[in-house]
């Protein structure tokens, strides 16, 4: 088991920037694929972004690329989404998540969510 805690969200002004944090348990973090995913009110989950567990492979979703930018540090069983360039689309609850192979779609173990505003 893995548990994931995030914190970071809030409140921000269209163009802003915010960064997301999420804790993880556990000694086999630097083993695990480190995914950001969102769920805004009356949509679906969709993937933002997934770092490798040896942090050379990455993947953005289109909607993000160029603005987000995720990060770990193995060390502190952490990863980060630094967001900028905020826009009101990007409001949602923002969920991370880690899986035992590389993948964008498929993950293992979620954290609770941190919300993130955007307002225009």
């Known amino acids: 088991q893995v548990q994931l805690v995030e914190s970071g969200g809030g409140l921000v002004q269209a163009g802003g920037s915010l960064r997301l944090s999420c804790a993880a348990s556990g000694r086999t973090f630097s083993r695990y694929t480190m995914g950001w995913f969102r769920q805004a009110p009356g949509k679906e989950r969709q993937f933002v972004a997934a770092r490798s567990h040896t942090g050379l492979i990455t993947s953005y979703a289109d909607s993000v690329k160029g603005r987000f930018t995720i990060s770990r540090d193995n060390a502190k069983n952490t990863v980060y989404l630094q967001m900028n360039s905020l826009k009101p689309e990007d409001t949602a609850v923002y969920y991370c998540?880690?899986?035992?192979?590389?993948?964008?779609?498929?993950?293992?173990?979620w954290g609770q969510g941190t919300q993130v505003t955007v307002s225009s």
């Open positions: 998540a880690v899986s035992k192979s590389y993948s964008t779609t498929n993950y293992d173990f």
